[in-house]
């Protein structure tokens, strides 16, 4: 045992020593790289190399560990960072023509790179083990366990009649989707609930018998990809399959990164695939005369994954850098109050004007037309730290962030609720990216709280006394388990 702290504890110090490089060779090359007067162009390379540089060393750091916030999250974020330079700076301008032509790449890969930097320095490169043991079904955990196949029936439900609501409205078009305002269209956050009670079941599978539920996998999967054939929304499916994967590292089988990494690759043209197919069975076109068929055809592969996924939070990111301070000041907060009272009211009780907040003042100040004909831009996490406070703002929000993000890591290793949570959690960061805070603590306590009490409370309700633990819930064969389940769980 003793050997063994030793080596834990030299382990430890390697990896720190590594993040510490890390640190160092990248902010040179970051800090000469913006010397733009003296380097030209090689100082737009230098800069890309030291954020490159960064995420490479803190991956090697962090062990490889894609459970870990520098796979998941700085990979993610790096793709994110750099998509728009590279695209911009080949003439692909999109919906940015006014404002692209100006922006400033040296900046602007400056501040994302600082926001990871904050990140990674509050998360630490320190790497959690999973304690299978602690998750056990018992007493104590049987109603969250047994809740879940409650919610997640609950949640198909839901989502089916959000999806009937849209076939009967005859809208094949997303803009008019979001236009034409019914709170049942707004229903999403019912694929994030989804995805808690899928984490849930699929780690009381693992409790069961350590053996990948195949079967339950595949009808998911099939099901979130069909209502994305029909509500254009791709969120859903690949905020389902990036956690699956981590959910699959932790629990059965552990994934080398090479493979996580080619999964991003293949999931984000996936998602450009896709995108193209959006509301696809209410339209009446042949294959081949879809617009978005015709485009990918004609495009570099390259070029359609950092289009179809990652280029909107740079852009919008440029634009802000642009126009702010020089031409509009900071907003120093004053709307962050708007923000939380949006973040607490669910979204489909109320259209997208009913108050201003950050979001909606970043839409209506520079994109103003757009935004009124129903296309709205989304947002971007690192502008949102800027636009209120500067660079300051940039650090100070994402040292918050990581520090959250490590909180809710290590405690995953000991505890089956904070796992939940961690994975969950996951989710709603990525796709936080290209959004602002407020996204994070909406989706914080509406798709993660709220259906975690809900579990435990159905779970409690519904198990009546003298009942044994659950192992298998409400749905059993086949429709669910591919295993005999051994004990009965309470019946619908």
């Known amino acids: 045992m003793k050997q063994y702290a030793n080596y834990s504890k030299n382990s430890n110090r390697l990896q720190a020593m ?68 590279i695209l911009n700076l080949q003439g692909e301008y999109y919906y940015y023509k006014k404002y692209a032509p100006f922006f400033n790449y040296y900046q602007m890969i400056m501040a994302q790179f600082l926001a990871v930097l904050a990140f990674s320095i ?50 094949v078009i997303k803009t008019e989707l979001i236009t034409r305002y019914n709170p049942v269209y707004g229903l999403s956050f019912m ?59 932790i629990l059965f089988k552990k994934l080398k990164l090479r493979y996580f990494l080619l999964a991003i690759l293949l999931g984000a043209y996936m998602g450009t695939i896709l ?24 495009s570099n592969i390259m070029n359609k994954i950092l289009e179809g996924e990652f280029r909107s939070a740079g852009e919008n990111l440029g634009v802000v850098l642009q126009m702010v301070p020089s031409s509009i000041s900071y907003l120093y907060g004053r709307l962050m109050f708007n923000d939380l009272i949006r973040a607490f009211i669910p979204g489909f009780l109320f259209a997208r004007e009913t108050f201003h907040h950050t979001s909606l003042w970043f839409n209506e100040t520079f994109f103003g037309r757009a935004y009124g004909t ?33 909180k809710l890591y290590h405690k995953a290793g000991h505890s089956n609720i904070y796992l939940i ?29 709220v259906p975690i009490l809900l579990m435990i ?10 009942q044994p633990i659950s192992t298998g819930g409400a749905m059993r064969k086949p429709f669910l388990s591919p295993r005999k389940i051994v004990a009965r769980g309470p019946q619908l």
């Open 18 to 85: 590594l993040f510490l490089v890390s640190i160092i060779i990248s902010c040179t090359l970051v800090l000469l790289g913006t010397w733009s007067d003296i380097f030209g162009v090689y100082g737009l390379v230098a800069v890309i190399a030291g954020f490159i540089i960064f995420v490479v060393l803190g991956c090697v750091s962090a062990q490889f560990d894609i459970s870990h916030p520098f796979i998941w999250f700085n990979v993610v974020f790096m793709l994110y960072s750099l998509a728009t330079p």
């Open 275 to 298: 995108g193209a197919f959006k509301m696809f069975l209410l339209t009446d076109l042949r294959l081949a005369d879809m617009p978005g068929i015709l485009d990918l055809q004609r």
């Open 191 to 249: 694929w994030n609930i989804l995805d808690v009670a899928l984490i849930t079941i699929l780690l009381q599978k693992r409790l069961q018998a350590n053996k990948l539920p195949l079967r339950f996998i595949i009808i998911m999967t099939g099901y979130i990809t069909f209502a994305l054939l029909i509500s254009g929304e791709r969120g859903p499916l690949f905020r389902y399959l990036l956690v699956l994967a981590i959910l699959i590292h």
């Open 122 to 171: 509050a998360v630490t490169p320190k790497v959690v083990s999973y304690d299978i043991e602690l998750y056990k079904l018992t007493e104590k955990t049987d109603p969250i366990y047994r809740g879940s196949y409650y919610l997640l029936i609950i949640s198909i439900i839901i989502s089916i009649v959000s999806l009937i609501t849209i076939i009967k409205s005859g809208i």
């Open 374 to 406: 129903g296309m709205g831009m989304g947002f971007s996490l690192v502008g949102y730290g800027y636009v209120n406070f500067g660079y300051p703002g940039i650090v100070g929000l994402f040292l918050g962030l990581g520090w959250i993000t490590k």
């Open 421 to 449: 949570v961690y994975l969950s959690f996951i989710a709603v960061l990525i796709s936080a990216i290209r959004a602002d805070l407020t996204s994070i603590v909406s989706q914080g306590w509406k798709h993660i709280l």
């Open 457 to 466: 409370w159905l779970g409690r309700t519904m198990r009546k006394e003298g």
